[in-house]
């Protein structure tokens, strides 16, 4: 498969901070038949979900990339300031949450996110079927994928997988070991 230039879609970036980290949460939707706000909206939605199992995230900044484009221009967040609650433990700082979906056309598409408090023994996978938050992340998903919010490099609406994958990213990794 051929590969495609990074601004082939327009993208939405959450910018946030959880403890002393700041991460980016990137999400590419087609720009003309979906407005930036409709994406910060579900968005939102997906952080109240998985809100009450995160450490205490704050929003930072909210950007927008159109397609073709090089260059992200600030934009009004629209959601919550801050979500979760707490102080993150320094072991769980490079624990990564990780939605993936795939469309038609065979290119995948992922989002992450830290500061999820999950329960090491859950294993790396954490299923639809176990779980009513990722099962309601899940369908929010699919909703935006139908709707053009959710969409992979290709342009193509993203069929979310029905798992979240938990990972120890090896980059934060080593930032926490420095």
């Known amino acids: 498969m051929a590969p495609l230039p990074q601004n082939n879609t327009s993208r939405l970036f959450l910018d946030y901070q ?7 949460l990137s999400l590419r939707y087609a720009e003309g038949t979906v407005t930036p706000a409709t994406v910060m909206t579900r968005l939102d939605s997906i952080l109240d979900v998985i809100g009450p199992a995160m450490y205490l995230m704050n929003v930072v900044a909210v950007r927008k990339q159109v ?15 801050s979500y ?19 469309s ?4 995948k598409t ?5 500061g999820v408090n999950w ?30 919010e959710f969409i992979t490099i290709s342009g193509n609406p993203a069929e979310p997988y029905p798992y979240v994958d938990l990972n120890y990213n090896s980059y934060w990794e080593h930032e926490v070991r420095v």
């Open 104 to 107: 038609a056309d065979g290119r």
């Open 119 to 148: 329960n090491p023994t859950l294993g790396y996978r954490v299923y639809t079927s176990g779980n009513a938050a990722i099962a309601t992340i899940d369908g929010i998903l699919a909703t935006m994928a139908l709707a053009g």
């Open 18 to 24: 959880v403890g002393p980290d700041q991460h980016t």
């Open 110 to 114: 992922s989002f992450s996110l830290y």
């Open 84 to 102: 979760g609650s707490g102080a993150i433990d320094n072991w769980k700082r490079t624990l990564e949450t990780r939605w993936i979906g795939r």
């Open 67 to 81: 397609q073709g484009s090089n260059v992200s221009t600030p934009l009004a967040w629209t959601g919550n300031a």
